[in-house]
């Protein structure tokens, strides 16, 4: 069933998705905010509003997610993967509404240079909080599907563009529990030359389990998040 047409252009439809998706899907549809974080939104409001694209996309080994690393040089989260996105804009829009559907895409398209008229959005999982940096962030879910080359469209802001195989996120090979110098333990996966850590490696490590594609893992292989070094 399709939802109601946003302004704009932007919608959000189940319609004509790969039957793969469906675990996706119900997942999103059915997840409370604390299965994904025990960080939600503080409740007086306060914290930037932004939201990340969580892209999938059907690669040369099946389905696969869209990842991007951060320049060095940045002031927060430098070198570190994620998914594209950030601060909604003004003219994104309304943030308890359309807004970070609009912002998603847009990030999406500034960063990686990927054509938003080939993404069909799907869903939203529950707003999350952000405490190193005060974001409130909205995971926008969207199905690729008419793909478009990406690329890294500014280097001050993106080293990297990447996608990652779903079967190499559920190989319990590439799994591992990250521990911040804090203290912090959380889940890591080792892909494509990258350690995903933090905000985005929760939600992926969410949308896994609850889409009922997790593999058994070792979680007591530790990875240092001062790995390179």
């Excluded at 529990?177 to 490696?201: I, Q």
């Amino acid at each position: 069933m399709t939802r109601a047409s946003h302004t704009k252009g932007v919608t959000l439809s189940k319609d004509g998705l790969p039957s793969w998706l469906d675990p996706v899907v119900h997942a999103a549809e059915t997840v409370e905010p604390l299965q994904l974080s025990r960080f939600l939104p503080p409740a007086n409001g306060a914290g930037r509003q932004s939201a990340v694209l969580v892209l999938f996309g059907e690669g040369e080994r099946g389905p696969e997610l869209l990842l991007m690393e951060r320049a060095s040089s940045l002031r927060s989260h430098a070198g570190q993967p994620s998914f594209p996105g950030g601060a909604l804009d003004p003219e994104d829009g309304d943030p308890q509404g359309d807004g970070p559907l609009r912002a998603a895409l847009r990030e999406a398209e500034e960063e990686t240079g990927l054509d938003p008229s080939g993404v069909q959005l799907f869903g939203v999982l529950p707003k999350l909080y952000i405490p190193v940096s005060g974001f409130v962030v909205t995971p926008v879910l969207g199905w690729w599907r008419e793909p478009t080359p990406v690329a890294v469209v500014d280097p001050n802001e993106t080293a990297r563009v990447f996608t990652v195989p779903v079967a190499d996120l559920t190989n319990p090979d590439n799994r591992a529990t990250a521990v911040h110098p804090s203290g912090h333990r959380g889940p890591a996966f080792l892909v494509e030359s990258a350690l995903v850590w933090g905000f985005t490696a929760g939600i992926i490590d969410r949308l896994l389990h609850y889409a009922g594609w997790e593999r058994p893992w070792d979680r007591e292989k530790q990875v240092p998040l001062d790995w390179r070094a």
